[in-house]
């Protein structure tokens, strides 16, 4: 007894072992005979995509999985049983290197259900960098029909940006607006979406637009006319106190329209927009629209520039001015012939405003005059700013004479003693 116990318990770490793989393989045949392959295809779905990557393409499907599961469980399996996905948050994406090895994941939605393998267990996914630019707006439209005659086309914006991979992006030379002229001739005025285009014309994809759309205006004419006419400068508003507008200005002064031949019968002149000059102190030039009619269209686009010049309003002012003697002498006597005179000054509305006139007077020069009696001419001395106009009287009678000379006081009589 004693030596079977011993020949048990000898060596029993291998013998447990041994046992334990034993049973690992008996029962690894038992489920490998039990095993069950599903044929089909399971889609594969990548998960948290970097953000700055694009994945390129479709990911293959599994195509074989081998699993273990009850009779009953196993006779009911389909695609929908099964779910499988690859982890891309590890990604690193280079326009160098595009492809990176993902390793796929299985699952069943049943938990009876145990996958032992299936294939494909890794993946070469193309992640391309997410880039964007700007490309041109082209508007593409349909031909004319006969006797139809189309405009240009004006578009709300001029360029878009382009974003997605960068191996679509770097081939968009443009973003194209489609639109159809109708042949009942009616105007194009729509937003029309936008497809980005390479070089030759192919539309490319994936890619997103921003704006993804833009307004598309084209005139269209049945009975088309052109008419040149003079522009006619609106100017509103009053200028400052003291200013008045000298002259108007515009550049060019004629213009060029086309359009239907009854918008175009009753039209003399083409007005611009409101030039405003309220308040204004000094010249005033402005780039302006022209307000033309419905239906009327400017041939060649130019601006329009108006120019509104100004000056400061002038006037006359009388004020009455006393005579002042220039190079009086002390030996002379003058009597004039009147003592004051109306002094006529001109210059702006607020020169004259500002011009005090109690300080105006007019001067006389005597300091060369004789005795006796003389026709002399007045002058005055003005601020700068204003000028004389008239002095009324211009001249004045001026008679000179010699004082008396006065009596000795206190002297007797020559003979009184």
């Known amino acids: 007894m004693r030596r079977l116990l011993g020949f048990v318990v000898h060596n029993w770490p291998l013998k447990l072992a041994a046992l334990a793989l034993a049973t690992l ?3 690894g045949l038992v489920l490998s005979q039990n095993a069950q392959a599903w044929r089909g295809n399971v889609p594969i779905i990548g998960l948290r995509q970097p953000a700055s990557a694009f994945l390129l393409g479709t990911l293959p499907p599994v195509t074989s999985i081998r699993y273990f599961a009850p009779v009953d469980v196993a006779s009911r399996l389909s695609s929908a049983s099964f779910t499988a996905s690859v ?72 360029d878009v940006t382009v974003s997605g991979p960068e191996s679509v992006v770097r081939f968009v030379t443009a973003a194209q607006a489609r639109v159809v002229i109708q042949p009942s001739g009616i105007d194009v005025d729509q ?49 400052a106190d003291g200013y008045e507008i000298q002259r108007v200005s515009v550049t060019p002064p004629v ?54 010049r100004l000056r400061a309003t002038t006037g006359t002012r009388v004020v009455t001015a006393g005579i002042v003697l220039s190079g009086a002498r002390a030996d002379r006597t003058y009597a004039l012939s009147t003592d004051r005179v109306l002094v006529t000054i001109g210059g702006t509305t607020a020169d004259l405003d500002a011009l005090n006139a109690r ?37 004045i009678v001026v008679t000179v004479g010699i004082p008396p000379t006065p009596q000795p006081t206190g002297t007797p009589p020559p003979g009184v003693f």
Request: aromatic share 2%.
């Open 25 to 27: 393989l008996y029962g």
């Open 191 to 239: 937003a029309v979406d936008l497809v980005a285009i390479d070089a030759s014309g192919q539309v490319m994809t994936p890619v997103d637009l921003e704006p993804s759309s833009v307004r598309v205006q084209i005139r269209v004419y049945s009975q088309l006319e052109s008419k040149t006419l003079p522009v006619n400068p609106v100017v509103i508003g009053t200028p």
């Open 87 to 158: 982890d891309l948050s590890q990604a690193q994406v280079t326009t160098e290197a595009p492809f990176v090895t993902a390793k796929v994941e299985v699952e069943a939605t049943d938990q009876r259900v145990k996958i032992l393998d299936f294939e494909p267990q890794v993946i070469r996914v193309q992640l391309d960098p997410l880039v964007s630019k700007t490309v041109p707006v082209e508007v593409s439209r349909s031909p004319v029909p006969p006797g139809l005659d189309a405009r240009e086309p004006v578009v709300s914006s001029s």
């Open 255 to 308: 213009v060029s329209v086309e359009g239907e031949a009854d918008a175009l019968a009753p039209l003399v002149r083409i007005d611009t927009a409101p030039i405003s000059i309220s308040g204004a102190t000094k010249d005033v030039s402005r780039m302006v629209d022209l307000a033309l009619p419905d239906g009327v269209a400017l041939l060649g686009g130019s601006a329009t520039s108006v120019t509104v």
């Open 359 to 395: 300080t105006l007077v007019a001067l006389v020069d005597v300091g060369n005059l004789e005795p006796g009696v003389h026709d002399v001419p007045l002058r005055t001395v003005l601020p700068s700013r204003v000028t004389l106009v008239a002095i009324s009287p211009a001249r």
